[in-house]
């Protein structure tokens, strides 16, 4: 699986466990075997989960009139993946990950996800 197809995997995954509050278990069962093996995926999730508490801290720091709590559950989801990818994946280099995240913005949000998401983490990284 490419990673473009792993972030989307890992978002729908990530998202159903905010909107859910599901075990870990119970959302990864939902993956097809093969996907759970993939290892980026896996890293994304479980990475995402781990650091939860300070990407959340990090994206709260980056909001200019918002809270965390007040972000759409697919922002907020990406936010997480992105900053994620920013902070503990050194390998990925900040555009491609912004990049990245933006094609989410498009796909699984609205028309004003992509400038939003690009805005905050254009401050995580300044």
Do not use: C
Request: proline share 2%.
């Amino acid at each position: 699986m490419n990673r473009h197809k792993a972030r989307e995997k890992a978002f729908q995954t990530l998202f159903q466990l905010d909107i859910n509050e599901d075990e870990i278990s119970l959302a990864m069962e939902s993956l097809k075997e093969d996907e759970r093996k993939d290892v980026f995926l896996t890293m994304l999730i479980e990475g995402v989960i781990t650091y939860k508490e300070a990407i959340d801290s990090k994206i709260a720091e980056n909001l200019e009139n918002w809270s965390l709590e007040r972000i759409a559950a697919v922002e907020r989801t990406i936010l997480r993946m992105a900053v994620y990818e920013l902070l503990y994946m050194e390998d990925i280099p900040p555009n491609v990950s912004i990049n990245e995240a933006i094609e989410l913005a498009h796909t699984f949000g609205d028309e004003r996800s992509g400038k939003f998401i690009n805005g905050v983490l254009s401050k995580v990284i300044s």
